[in-house]
Every structure is written in C-alpha cells, then in structure tokens.
C-alpha cells in the first residue's frame, strides 16, 4: 500500500480540485494527477468524475475514500503508540515486593506519581522475599525488586528509599505504654513474641546481637512466620514484640508501638534492578522514585 497515494487521493477528495489539492500536499499539479492515475489503475476502478470546474467522487471513490481515512488514521495512531514506547511510556513492568516495601509510603507516592505522568505503562507487582528476588532476577522473572538487606551483586543497581528501625510493640494496657521511649533495662524478664529466624534471618540475627550487647535477653515465648502474625500475638497478651516502626500505621487501637533506647537496629529498604536490563520504562520510574525519595528527606 502507498500511503503517500492515499494522501493525495484524500486531498483531491477533499478540495475536488487537482490544482488546490496540489498546493495542499505540496507537490506538482502533473504528479499528483499521475499517482491518482496509478492508484486507479491499480485498483481497477474510477475514483473521480472529471469535470470542467474539477473533479468529483465516484461512487467507487466515496467508498475508498471512507476505509482510506480510517486506515491513515490507524497508521498515525501505530506511529504514536511507536514514539511513546521508545521513550518508555508504554511497557509492563513486573516489581517484587516485600511487606515492607509495601507499606513505604515514600514507595506509594513514586506508584502514585508514575502512574499518573505514565498512564500507559502497567505496573505488576508479586509479593517476594529478598532472596527469592534475586533467583527471579537470575531467570529474567522480574524487572525490578524491593528489598531488604540487599546483598552485594555486582549486577544490581539500587536506590536507597528509606530505614526502618526496630520499636517495641505493647498492648496498650501494659505498665511501659505510657512512656515516650522505653529503656532496655524495663524490658528485663518480660516474655517476647519474634518472627521465625528462618523468615528474616538477618535482621533477626542483628536485633537480637543488639539486645545482648545493650544487656538484654529477650526470652523468646513464641515464634510467627510474619509480622503480622507477631502483631495478633502480641495484641493476644502472648508478650511483647520487636517490629519495624513503620508498621505503626498498621497497628490496632489496642497496641502501641514505641522506640527502645540505645536500640538502634534499622533494616535498609532498597529498590534494586538489573543493570544490563534496565527498559526505558523502568528507568523512568527509577527517576521519579528518586525524586519522591528526595522530597522525603
């Protein structure tokens, strides 16, 4: 198809004049004249009706005229879509995220923002543990990852959103709710709610060297698989729990969560991506993370 005839063809249809049409589409008057000739030929129909003052539609040329502005329409359309997705405005981007990650709200307003000024790139998000991250970025499964404690991979770039530390969380109804700050020496002989080593291993393994080193040894009573679970035992009686301050948006009216002093463990939260599969899409949303990270500061 010749789509620089269609363009003449509509021209011609439009000001049914071969000398105005011309000046339309910038071209010689015997040219144009020539590739309507052709394009009738091809098609084996009359598409005009010469007449003394200029040129009509035949019956032929209404109907090509109809599906001829349609297609051009298309095709301008496959252009633009094609510029938008070569500057990363159109793409599926699949995100890890942990639970941490998904209660950030510096992390919620970059989603938010990106979403708006990217409308057209869709954004799918699994729920995955840092290690687990990092086998899905090995088999190609995810373009990017949230995490915690991320471990040095010299094919991973990162942006630093945000630390965590460690609060105590308390049923309201407990004797040390109603202090600003908790000293570690209160907690002595109190009974403790902790998330299983195997789920965070290496923030639990700080936390605790931490509470040793302050003079604290928590006696652990119970053990959850996560967070939340810890949070529901804890709100049970069961004992008191360490958890990250940013579940203080979370938590229930009947606990309270409050900074331990001198206890300053934190988990590092990180955005990571490959560095050799980095989209145009993805990098944009790299930006506009950055930014809502810096505004956070």
Partial sequence: ?????????????????????????????????????????????????????????????????????????????AG?????????????????????????RTLARAIAAFAHDYPEVQLDFVTQVSQDQLTAFRHGKIDAGVMIERP??????????????FWIAMPRSHRLAGLDSIPVHALAGEPFVSVAMTTYWLPQTRLMARCRALGLFPRIVQ????????????AAGMGLGFVNASMAGIVTPDLVLKPVEGLDVSLQLDFVWSKSAAPLSLLNFIETLKRMVAQAL
């Fill in 152 to 165: 040095e991979e010299p094919g991973l770039d990162h942006v630093a959103i945000a630390e965590d530390p």
């Fill in 1 to 77: 198809m010749n789509f620089r005839q269609i363009r003449y063809f509509l021209a011609v249809a439009e000001h049914e004049n071969f000398r105005r049409a011309a000046e339309t589409v910038h071209v010689a008057q015997s040219a144009l004249s020539k590739h309507i000739a052709e394009l009738e030929t091809r098609l084996e129909v009359k598409l005009f009706d010469r007449l003394p003052t200029g040129v009509r539609l035949t019956q032929a040329g209404h109907a090509y005229a109809e599906e001829a502005r349609r297609a051009l329409e298309m095709i301008e359309r």
């Fill in 80 to 104: 633009v879509r094609a510029r938008k997705a070569a500057r990363g405005e159109i793409d599926r981007l699949t995100i890890a995220m942990n639970d941490i990650g998904a209660r950030n």
């Fill in 223 to 234: 053990e959850a698989s996560n967070d939340h679970m810890q949070m529901s035992f804890v």
